[in-house]
């Protein structure tokens, strides 16, 4: 899922069709009982925290700010729905096609009598968070708050309090028959009622987790899934009973990846989704195993050496490599486990890769082997860049910088000139190289210079205001250094520019934007930066205005790297990659433009697939689909197409589900199309 966003709900349509929620509008689609997931553009950034379907085709999800949003063709498009409020929405729940709730924050209680269509208030007296609702038939329901159990007789018309005075932070509710239910909460909380909610006891969870979601397969068996978040800490929590809930054991998952949702499409196979992506169990909870290939770390920074080739890497010595366009991404053995913080390829086989405590390594075979390099220092390091095959630079905490002049078999430390960190160094030309940093809580920045003139490194400005993460320098007088104001606030970003070599800056405020992290430009007029809140901003005008290209993403992006104008890669928290590709869509991105180069429809299919592009001239195309393998099943042409529209027909009937990828290389522009096929 190299989306990276946290998942928030999970729900199956029908034995093979699945789909689960999260952060920034993410909604992801299985037609395969979940052995391949793919995601579904939903027109919108908000966070989605419950989904629904009332049948095979009709969904509904909800999320942050009052979002509704409704399908009627079993998630391929999703349009907006009024809520009449602001409120976040935490829980959907429908009685049939027609009637349905959803709960929110301060009590918010929203009904639906036309299939979501329109949605009115229901006053419930309750005035703190709704998170969860479970009906027992047309009329008896349960909404779960905060802090209390909430009853319907009749409904959902009215809503009257339970009794259980003393409990908090409630999250879930499930009832199993008519008069059997739980409801879960804070530090491990369980609380059963055999009796409709007239009166609960306390059942001890063994857990100290928060508690999320509950769902049973039968009266006896079911599940309770939970975990915590804090201060970077992960934990996950599987609970099992066997005997309708009076006892429960711990499933020990062998994840950190805290679950906020459970769904069984049968009695041994379920999903579950969390903080950091999807699990999925197929002996009723045995055994576990993670649906992102098991990365989930950080990824720092990102480089590629052509079209098809790159890296990144990230925490716990993580590198990643590509070779097929970024269609397969292959973890390498790590050589150690501090986290890598940059690399740089000085051609196709020679790379260096930064991180902590002054952490260098080297491969010279294209990145299938590292080797670690003796630098000399501690400190952390930010960034590394090399100006020649054998002189490189790397930068990092209280100022350090060092350097090589013989590949990385020897490291000098440069005299010091700040004791801020160092986040980034560049050298447009062999001998002028530029340097950033700062303080991101006292918010002080500094950019440092060095030349062939200069023996040492000197300071050409600094200041209070912001502090900056990234430097890139189109040539030798023109560059520009990104990053934003204090650590503790969110409100602006900044981006400066000099064309006089450094001597002079002006600096580019957007307001009410997150952070920079990293800047890119192709040439004089086109760049990319990308940041904290999964922000991308891109620029046609060489950084005059800055136009925010929405990432489909809120984790933090670290990375910007682009091979050319057509192609950039940018990577981020959580595993998070995502591929620019002008025209087209690959496997990991998708950016709206006015006039694609080539449009696959329907996707998903299950009959024929057609391909349709448009020339301006003359061109030789070659169209060839590869399997979730990367290996080529077919090659649909490979002939000279004349100016104007074509249409390609792609049978696919007689392959077996799943995920599929369509190469289009027309000229100079590759593009790569994901098409799901999700069988008769």
Same mark, same amino acid.
């Given at each position: 899922m190299p989306q990276g966003n946290?998942?928030?709900? =999970? =729900?199956?349509?029908?034995d093979l069709t699945g789909f689960m929620a999260g952060h920034s509008g993410t909604i992801l689609k299985t037609c395969d009982s979940g052995n391949s997931w793919f995601l579904i553009y939903t027109g919108i950034t908000a966070d989605l925290h419950s989904i629904c379907f009332t049948d095979g085709i009709t969904g509904y999800a909800v999320g942050k700010n009052g979002t509704i949003i409704k399908t009627s063709d079993a998630g391929e498009t999703w349009i907006t729905i009024n809520s009449g409020t602001t409120e976040d929405l935490f829980t959907i729940y429908f009685l049939d096609s027609y009637k349905g709730f959803i709960g929110g924050n301060w009590?918010?209680?929203? %009904?639906?009598?036309?299939?979501? +269509?329109?949605?009115?208030?229901?006053? &419930?007296?309750?005035? !703190?968070?709704?998170?969860s609702l479970c009906f027992t038939g047309p009329d008896v329901g349960y909404l779960v708050g905060w802090d209390a159990v909430l009853k319907t007789i009749d409904g959902g018309a009215s809503w009257y309090q339970l009794n259980i005075t003393g409990y908090y932070d409630l999250q879930s509710v499930y009832f199993i028959n008519a008069d059997t239910g739980i409801v879960v909460g804070d530090i491990g909380e369980i609380l059963r009622t055999t009796d409709a909610g007239q009166t609960w006891s306390n059942i001890f969870s063994g857990s100290n987790d928060l508690l999320f979601d509950i769902f049973f397969t039968s009266e006896g068996i079911g599940y309770i899934v939970g975990g915590m978040v804090f201060m970077g800490n992960y934990s996950c929590t599987i609970l099992k009973t066997e005997?309708?809930?009076? *006892?429960? =054991?711990?499933?020990?998952?062998? *994840?950190? $990846?805290?679950?906020?949702? @459970?769904?069984? @499409? +049968? !009695?041994?196979?379920?999903y579950g989704a969390g903080w950091l992506g999807g699990i999925k169990t197929e002996d009723a909870g045995s055994s576990w195993t993670a649906l992102n290939s098991g990365l989930s770390y950080n990824l720092y920074s990102a480089c590629f050496t052509n079209d098809s080739t790159g890296y990144a890497v990230g925490m716990y010595g993580t590198i990643l490599k &590509?070779?097929?366009?970024?269609?397969?991404? %292959?973890?390498? *053995?790590? =050589? *150690?486990?501090?986290?890598?913080?940059?690399?740089?390829?000085? !051609?196709?086989? $020679?790379?260096?890769?930064?991180?902590?405590?002054?952490?260098v390594l080297k491969t010279n075979n294209a990145g299938d082997n590292w080797s670690i390099l003796n630098t000399g220092t501690n400190e952390n390091l930010y960034s590394v860049f090399f100006n020649n095959s054998d002189t490189g630079y790397a930068v990092g905490s209280n100022g350090v910088i060092i350097s090589t002049e013989d590949a990385g078999i020897t490291w000098v430390t440069n005299d010091p000139v700040t004791d801020l960190k160092l986040y980034s160094v560049y050298f447009p030309t062999e001998n002028t190289g530029y340097a950033v940093g700062g303080d991101n809580f006292a918010t002080n920045y500094v950019i440092l210079k060095k030349t062939s003139e200069d023996e040492n490194w000197i300071e050409l400005d600094s200041g209070e205001d912001y502090y900056l993460r990234s430097v890139f320098f189109i040539n030798e007088d023109t560059g520009f250094a990104a990053g934003g104001d204090a650590y503790i606030s969110y409100n602006n970003a900044v981006i400066?520019?000099? &064309? !006089?070599?450094?001597m002079t800056w002006e600096d580019k405020v957007l307001e009410d934007t997150y952070k920079f992290h990293s800047i890119h430009f192709i040439d004089e007029n086109f760049g990319f930066a990308a940041g904290r809140g999964g922000i991308i901003y891109k620029s046609i005008d060489g950084g005059e205005n800055w136009e925010n290209m929405g990432s489909l993403t809120s984790n933090y992006l670290w990375s910007v790297f682009f091979t050319d104008e057509n192609h950039g890669w940018v990577v981020g928290d959580n595993g998070t990659i995502l591929h620019?590709?002008?025209?087209g869509t690959t496997p990991f991105f998708e950016f709206p433009y006015d006039e694609p180069l080539i449009q696959v429809f329907p996707n998903p299919s299950k009959s024929d697939v057609s391909i349709e592009f448009d020339f301006e001239e003359t061109q030789y195309v070659s169209i060839s689909v590869y399997n979730n393998s990367g290996k080529e099943i077919i090659q649909l042409v490979n002939k000279q197409f004349t100016s104007g529209r074509h249409i390609v027909k792609w049978n696919v009937s007689l392959q077996p589900p799943g995920i599929y990828f369509i190469r289009f290389i027309a000229g100079t522009k590759k593009i790569s199309k994901k098409i799901i096929i999700c069988g008769s």
């Open positions: 946290h998942l928030r709900d =999970v =729900v199956f349509s029908d009590g918010t209680l929203l %009904m639906t009598e036309d299939a979501g +269509n329109s949605w009115y208030s229901v006053n &419930t007296n309750y005035y !703190d968070e709704c998170v005997n309708s809930g009076l *006892t429960w =054991v711990n499933l020990y998952p062998g *994840t950190v $990846n805290c679950l906020f949702s @459970i769904c069984f @499409i +049968n !009695d041994s196979t379920a &590509t070779s097929d366009y970024g269609f397969e991404w %292959m973890q390498k *053995t790590p =050589v *150690t486990g501090a986290s890598l913080r940059s690399v740089y390829f000085t !051609d196709q086989s $020679n790379g260096y890769s930064a991180g902590d405590y002054g952490i400066l520019k000099t &064309t !006089d070599g450094g620019y590709s002008y025209g």
